[in-house]
C-alpha cells in the first residue's frame, strides 16, 4: 500500500490502518514516530497512511475520503490537521455521532470508530490547553494583564480562544484576545463559537490581508502578551504572518505552533528573543499532545496527558527528532 493517498486513489486497506489527512503528510515526524508509539502501546500489527489534500479543497474530495473511511472496514479513523474547519463543513451529515465540541467548534480533529459507529470530534480545545498549560507560567494574565494575539482563524485557533477564554479560569485570562485572519469567513466563525460559548472575555477580530497590517496589530499588545502563529505558514505555503519589521511585545510568549517547514515566523522571534526578553516556543509539544490524544480515542487506549507513561512516550518522539 502507499504510504500516501489522494481523494482520488485511496484503495481499501489490507492491515487495520490509522490514517493522517493533511497537506504535505510525508513530511510529518509522525511517520518515524508513530510505528515505536504502536509497538510501545502494544497496538499490534498496524499501518499508518497519509491522505494529502489541496488547501481548501472542493467539497467532493473531502467528503470522498470520508466516506472511503466510513465504509473501509480495516480503515480505523484519522487525525484531521489543517482541514478541520473545511472537512467537516463539508462531510458533517456523514458521521454517526459528533461529540459536543465538534458541534460547537464546527470542525473535526479526529475520525473514529465504535461500535459499528462512525465517530467525529474536535480534540485541539484538549490538546490546545495541555501544549498551553506546558507553555504559560502559572497565573500569567492574572498577573501581567497581557493579551492574546493569534494570527490565523482556523481550527487551532477556535480552541485557544475556547480554552483560554473559559469562566472556569477564574482571573487568569487574557485582558482581550485579539484574531487576525485573511478572510472574513474564518473570522465570523470563529466569533460565533466564542459568542456560543458563553464567556464575557473580550474577543476582536482583524481582517488583516497582508503581513504589515499584523505588525500593526502587534504593536497594540501590552508587555507579556502570548502571540501565536496560527496560520499554516511555513509548513502548509510558504512565508510568516509578519514582515521583518514586525516588532513583538517585550517580555512576551511566542508559540509558532508548526514544529516543521521553513518557519520563517520562528526566525522572526529568534532574532527578538533577546532584546525583547522573549519566551520562545514550537510546535513540538502541541504535535505530541495532538497525536496522542488521537490515538488513544481511535485505538481506544489510556494514554494520560502527563505522568510517567506520557514521558516515555516523549522520549520516543524525541529520540527521532
Known amino acids: 500500500m502507499p504510504l500516501t493517498f489522494t481523494w482520488d486513489t485511496l484503495e481499501p486497506a489490507r492491515k487495520p490502518t490509522f490514517y493522517f489527512i493533511g497537506v504535505t503528510t510525508g513530511r510529518s515526524s509522525i511517520r518515524t514516530v508513530f510505528p515505536l508509539w504502536a509497538e510501545h502501546l502494544g497496538l499490534g500489527d498496524v499501518e499508518m497512511v497519509g491522505i494529502d489534500l489541496a488547501l481548501h479543497a472542493p467539497a467532493e474530495h473531502y467528503r470522498a475520503v470520508v466516506e472511503f473511511l466510513k465504509k473501509d472496514e480495516l480503515s480505523l479513523?484519522?487525525?484531521?490537521?489543517?482541514?478541520?474547519?473545511?472537512?467537516?463543513?463539508?462531510?458533517?451529515?456523514?458521521?454517526?455521532?459528533?461529540?459536543?465540541?465538534?458541534?460547537?467548534?464546527?470542525?473535526?480533529?479526529?475520525?473514529?470508530?465504535?461500535?459499528?459507529?462512525?465517530?467525529a470530534h474536535a480534540k485541539d480545545p484538549i490538546t490546545a490547553g495541555h501544549a498551553l498549560d506546558a507553555l504559560l507560567p502559572p497565573g500569567h494574565f492574572a498577573a501581567t494583564g497581557a493579551d492574546v494575539v493569534v494570527f490565523g482563524a482556523g481550527g487551532s485557533a477556535i480552541a485557544i480562544d475556547w480554552y483560554l477564554s473559559r469562566p472556569a479560569r477564574g482571573a487568569d485570562r487574557p485582558r482581550r484576545i485579539l484574531v487576525t485572519n485573511r478572510s472574513a469567513a474564518r473570522l465570523e466563525t470563529l466569533r460565533q463559537v466564542h459568542?456560543?460559548?458563553?464567556?464575557?472575555?473580550?474577543l476582536e477580530t482583524r481582517l488583516c490581508p497582508q503581513p504589515a497590517d499584523n505588525d500593526a496589530v502587534l504593536l497594540t499588545a501590552p508587555a507579556g502578551s502570548l502571540v501565536i502563529n496560527a496560520t499554516g505558514l511555513g509548513k502548509d505555503a510558504p512565508g510568516s504572518p509578519l514582515t521583518f519589521g514586525g516588532v513583538f511585545p517585550q517580555d512576551g510568549l511566542v508559540w509558532e505552533l508548526n514544529y516543521r517547514g521553513d518557519l520563517v515566523f520562528l526566525d522572526q522571534a529568534r532574532a527578538q528573543e533577546h532584546s525583547r526578553s522573549l519566551a520562545i516556543t514550537d510546535g513540538w509539544v502541541y504535535f505530541i499532545h495532538g497525536w496522542t490524544q488521537v490515538i488513544a480515542e481511535v485505538f481506544d487506549v489510556e494514554i494520560a496527558p502527563s505522568g510517567p507513561s506520557f514521558d516515555a512516550l516523549v522520549a520516543i518522539a524525541e529520540s527521532t527528532r
Open 77 to 119: 479513523g484519522a487525525l484531521v490537521t489543517t482541514h478541520k474547519l473545511d472537512l467537516y463543513a463539508a462531510a458533517r451529515d456523514l458521521f454517526d455521532e459528533i461529540d459536543p465540541l465538534a458541534d460547537l467548534m464546527d470542525e473535526v480533529s479526529c475520525l473514529s470508530k465504535r461500535d459499528g459507529r462512525f465517530r
Open 195 to 202: 459568542d456560543a460559548s458563553g464567556t464575557d472575555t473580550v
